[in-house]
């Protein structure tokens, strides 16, 4: 009879993993939806910082010519 008990819980145990590991199977479209966005929303964020980055390059460019033409008029 113990033993019989002892063999209950452990089906009870391995049935409640299956049934999370399928509940994670199910979910699994969603996180990888999420994580998905996520990368986009990064990507996104990367490619506008690299635009300002570009700009400002630009504009010091453009300020260094600025303070070399005075330089030149002085």
Do not use: C, F, T
Request: no cysteine; proline share 1%.
């Amino acid at each position: 009879m113990k033993e019989q008990l002892h063999l209950l819980w452990r089906l009870q145990g391995v049935e409640a993993a299956l049934e999370e590991a399928e509940e994670e199977r199910r979910r699994y479209p969603q996180y990888r939806r999420d994580l998905e966005r996520q990368i986009e929303e990064q990507e996104e964020r990367l490619r506008r910082a690299q635009e300002e980055i570009e700009e400002l390059e630009r504009r010091r460019r453009s300020l260094e010519r600025e303070v070399e033409e005075n330089r030149e008029r002085i």
